[in-house]
């Protein structure tokens, strides 16, 4: 007759097989050493050059040897792709590239400003004052006109709103897309300057500026 303790200890020792023989499921962490299933991989070293196709023992040797890991950092290849490299290091230079992608991710959200036709100044300096400090953390802005009842008729003045808004932030933002109407609200998207590419003029290549030179001392050409 079977003991209790017998059942879980049978029960144990499948949890620790289906632990152990799980497949990772985990995109973000590659497998590394001996989590690493293919019998054969294409090494690259912790130079940078590639081996070529090796056993999986071989290129688990070579890293041992060298006090480093083998990390399958292509496992979809045939055969997976495996480099040499330090896995502690490597780990936190992927920690700090997602970290630097989510922030300029969040510094790329959409604030949204609020106006009216009739913004008295008091008004108007607070929120230009605020649309200053989201484009100088790099945020795209929406500044919206809001027009109740027969203010429809003046569009024109929430245009001149809009425009006095893209002149006073002028050197911090630009104007991504020109006021247009979206229902009852005149709207206009707003980037940061730091954020457009900058374009540098084309230096004049020798025979033009040696042509303009004599154009100036009026030699003919």
């Not at 953390?137 to 893209?166: C, P, Q, T, W, Y």
């Not at 933002?173 to 730091?194: F, L, T």
Request: proline content about 6%.
């Amino acid at each position: 007759m079977f003991r209790p303790y017998f059942f879980k200890n049978i029960q144990n020792h499948w949890r620790w097989f289906d632990i152990n023989n799980a497949p990772i499921s985990k995109d973000d962490e590659p497998r590394v050493n001996s989590e690493i299933r293919s019998t054969e991989v294409l090494l690259i070293d912790d130079q940078g050059n590639k081996i070529g196709v090796v056993p999986v023992t071989e290129a688990l040797r070579l890293s041992e040897e060298r006090d480093l890991d083998l990390v399958e950092v292509a496992p979809l290849a045939n055969p997976p792709v495996c480099r040499i490299l330090d896995y502690g290091k490597y780990r936190f230079q992927q920690q700090k590239r997602d970290k630097d992608a989510r922030k300029k991710q969040k510094n790329q959200t959409v604030k949204e400003i609020k106006m009216r036709p009739k913004i008295d100044q008091h008004d108007y300096d607070f929120k230009v004052k605020a649309i200053k400090t989201f484009l100088s953390d790099g945020h795209r802005v929406k500044v919206s006109i809001f027009f109740r009842g027969r203010e429809m008729a003046f569009l024109d003045r929430g245009r001149e709103v809009l425009n006095r808004v893209r002149d006073t932030v002028d050197p911090l933002g630009k104007i991504e897309s020109e006021p247009r109407m979206e229902g009852a609200y005149m709207r206009m998207m707003i980037c940061p300057a730091s954020s457009l590419p900058v374009f540098k003029p084309e230096k004049p290549a020798d025979k033009h500026a040696e042509n303009t030179e004599k154009n100036r001392n009026g030699t003919a050409v």
